[in-house]
């Protein structure tokens, strides 16, 4: 695995929470510069040294509803 992608979204009480596509990596944080060393983190804990993905993508989702 070259890369890994995590979906980012707004948390509803505040921060952001980071999902990872395929497998199962979880993480959240108050702004940010702490989501980055977060996903880092998890990324580290997660794989071992010779399967660790060399690129972490982060892809923001934001939902936003309106009058019609």
Do not use: K, Q, W
């Not at 944080?29 to 993905?53: G, Q, W, Y």
Request: glycine share 4%.
């Amino acid at each position: 695995m070259n890369e890994i992608i995590f979906l980012i979204e707004e948390a509803p009480e505040g921060g952001y929470t980071a999902r990872a596509l395929g497998v199962s990596v979880f993480t959240e944080a108050e702004d940010l510069a702490t989501l980055h060393s977060n996903v880092r983190d998890a990324v580290r804990c997660h794989f071992d040294e010779a399967n660790r993905p060399s690129v972490i993508r982060l892809h923001f989702v934001r939902e936003e509803i309106i009058a019609a």
